[in-house]
């Protein structure tokens, strides 16, 4: 069974930064992306960025310049360094491998003054 599990966030102040890593167990063929969503309090979840074996990356407009994806393929991490964050960016995170049902559970991130 595959379990996600993500770990980093926190509270901190606009303009910080933040580092969350998503470490996967278990055995699953054939998958290739990783990925992170966001879900913001009263709102839907969104994309927030990917990340292929081959470390092609794709993100959102909305954090494009200020988050970073990255994973190491052989132990099954991926991470997102999230710079310049914004009140905006306030919501639980989650990593997923993309096109499967597997998710973490998530973790929050809060930024507030």
């Known amino acids: 069974q595959v379990q996600l599990v993500e770990s980093g966030g926190g509270l901190v102040q606009p303009g910080g930064s933040l580092s969350l890593s998503c470490s996967m167990s278990?055995?699953?063929?054939?998958?290739?992306?990783m990925a992170w969503y966001r879900r913001a309090p009263g709102k839907q979840c969104e994309f927030v960025a990917a990340?292929?074996?081959?470390?092609?990356?794709n993100y959102a407009e909305s954090v494009k310049g200020r988050f970073t994806v990255s994973r190491n393929n052989f132990n099954n991490t991926m991470w997102l360094q999230m710079n310049s964050l914004k009140p905006e960016d306030t919501a639980v995170y989650y990593c997923?491998?993309?096109?499967?049902?597997?998710w973490g559970q998530g973790t929050q991130v809060t930024v507030s003054s």
């Open positions: 990340i292929a074996s081959g470390r092609a990356t």
């Open positions: 278990g055995f699953i063929a054939n998958y290739d992306v």
């Open positions: 997923n491998l993309q096109g499967t049902n597997f």
